[in-house]
DNA sequence: CAGCTTTCTGTAATCGATTACATCAGTCTC
DNA sequence: GAGACTGATGTAATCGATTACAGAAAGCTG
């Protein structure tokens, strides 16, 4: 339409003066009644919109939460910003995403540009360095980097993995194989110690191969665990993509889950449920774990309040389908050929 | 740290006026050399990061461009977003994204609050009204309304369904039935469309069940298949995750596909390839389709000029995997029953 | 009714950048 | 060396809102 409607056309229209207008709008109860209609009458029929950058400037804060993750196509987060962003815009607040491996240098213009007034970090790869030095309040999610000293919110990942080998070990199973995420990655360490310290607790061998979260990943883990000469009998895998390759995978190399290898999985994806066979997998609460790190964040930002310290950690849930089974010992003390 | 740089103070430091600096910033051939250098030293010494929201106001453009999605949760979306993120990025805007049902006053603020300056629009169900007022440029993108009057990208979903035809009807496949997307979706039009006129023209009958894309549309429609006097041997689905839900839910009504029914999805998200059976699916090039709109936007808001009209449509792919077959008349001559 | 509150509204400074215009120094030309 | 021109820099207005402060009007008290 015609050229953008200001505040002054506002007041102008209403017979009033800006400061009125914009009284009216964001502190209703300072402004006398008959006034406040004659310029709410006035803000409709001239079609007003408040600029943005405008307020942003004054008021020095710019109502955004920017959410920083490692790759946006990643289906994980999907879920996990779309509550972030519900909880936002019921909160009056902006979202801007970024990919978080963009480059420090454009991360920094991003963070730094006075857009955002707070951060939701998925990431915990980022320099320390950077990260410290960030002035806006910042909560972690999901993953975490002790170095940034930052609050956050997770499941509890090596727990998570305690939960997967109790699982196994109950039906029988003694030979777990825990194909890991990337080496390098937060999560992948957290739910390989807590893998480790079931297995040595139960004085069995914990057997780890680096894979990723990736189904890539699972499908190449197919091959490695094929090749086993003692074949382990359950597989715990870094994600459940990574459990979709490795189960698909296996199909395709002639073995069968969970006839031949019970598997279980990560995240409890979408999918999960609707896999064939059905997944069993640690659930994480993505929806939850997205509100509640925004509420967090939220509140300390309309509060002008500090985040708080420390992690918040939700206990794992195991979901049981069916691609865990018993372990019964095939062709019972046959050979391995 | 310290309260914020400003541009006042990094002009201190170079002992030049503020024009000086801003000049270097943003159009660095007005300045002298030397004078150059001695503003870049003092920006890099006092950590200067420019203000967004004083830029934006004082250039009258935000530099950000505002994705919005009927449902952000849904993964079909997020590789599109990452990739429109990334030629943003390039670019040098920012990315705003919002649920596009979050109710007409919200987004109605959203979109006029001065933040954007340019819309992608994944949603073809928003009241044309509000949609035609909107004074941004607008590109639609995969959905789109005659109503809104816009130029959009999307691929050819009638031919697409005409090529899901022709890929079953050349296996020998005569009944066959298509789980269509939501009635009122624009989308589930043009497939319907194409699929109608793909089965009159070749003499068969068009059987259309309204289904859904989610997994439980797939599922429920299983259990109205199976329950068909004379089931279809092929299956055209709204969504690979429709394909997901009905090839699961079949499998746990004893059926197998592709041995009792061909299926064949729509998308081809990442799981497709690795389902079991790997799915037979109309490929959607989801980040090629993100960035081209990008671009188009993008290039069209540097450069200040209208963005065209029309409808850029990408010819359908299909991605033969194996949950098609051909159809083998079962107990050849045997009753029904 | 004077004096004091209280309530409402207006004036004008302010946020931090950009940029039109003015100024000034240096170079070139005749 | 005067005048014209070029290039670099500074001054100050400007974007559109918010809000401290001031002032006016109305209400209350004794």
Same mark, same amino acid.
């Given at each position: ?35 406040? /209609?004659? #310029? ?6 001239? $079609?007003? &919109?408040?600029?943005?950058? *405008? @307020?942003? =400037? ?78 806006l309040p910042v909560i972690q999610l999901c993953e975490w980097n002790d170095g940034y000293a930052l609050p956050g919110l997770r499941i509890d990942n090596a727990a998570a993995a305690r939960v997967a080998v109790d699982h196994l070990a109950a039906l029988g ?10 080496? /390098?990655? #937060? ?6 110690? $807590?893998? &480790?310290?079931?297995?040595? *607790? @139960?004085? =069995? ?36 993509e990574c459990a979709f390759g490795f189960i698909s995978e296996c199909y395709r190399l002639g073995f069968e889950v969970p006839r031949d290898v019970s598997v279980i999985g990560f995240d409890d994806v979408d999918f999960a449920g609707h896999f064939i066979p ?60």
């Open positions: 339409m015609s050229p953008r409607v200001r505040i002054a056309d506002v007041a102008a229209a209403a017979g009033v003066s800006t400061a009125t207008v914009s009284r009216t709008l964001s502190s209703p109860g300072l402004v006398g009644e008959k006034t406040r /209609e004659r #310029v709410m009458a006035a803000v409709s029929a001239t $079609g007003y &919109r408040i600029n943005a950058a *405008a @307020r942003d =400037l004054r008021r020095q804060q710019p109502r955004a939460i920017l959410v920083l993750a490692p790759n946006l196509a990643n289906t994980f987060f999907s879920r996990i910003i779309a509550a972030i962003q519900d909880v936002a815009r019921q909160a009056g607040l902006a979202v801007q995403i970024s990919d978080s491996r963009a480059g420090t240098d454009v991360l920094e213009a991003i963070v730094q540009s006075g857009r955002a007034d707070g951060i939701v970090l998925l990431d915990g790869a980022l320099p320390p360095d950077m990260v410290r030095n960030w002035t199973h003694e030979r777990i194989l825990h194909v890991s995420g990337p080496a /390098e990655n #937060v999560l992948s360490q957290a739910r390989q110690a $807590g893998f &480790r310290e079931a297995m040595t *607790a @139960r004085g =069995l061998p914990a057997d780890i191969h680096d894979g990723g979260f990736t189904i890539e990943a699972g499908a190449a883990a197919a091959h490695v665990w094929a090749a086993m000469a003692d074949r382990p009998t359950a597989v715990f895998t870094a994600s459940d059905p997944l069993t997998t640690i659930h994480q609460p993505r929806a939850r774990l997205g509100r509640q790190a925004a509420e967090r964040l939220v509140s300390a930002l309309l509060e002008d309040a500090p985040l708080g310290e420390g992690y918040d950690q939700i206990p794992p849930h195991l979901v049981i389908r069916s691609s865990t089974t018993a372990y019964r010992a095939k062709t019972q003390g046959g050979s391995a050929a």
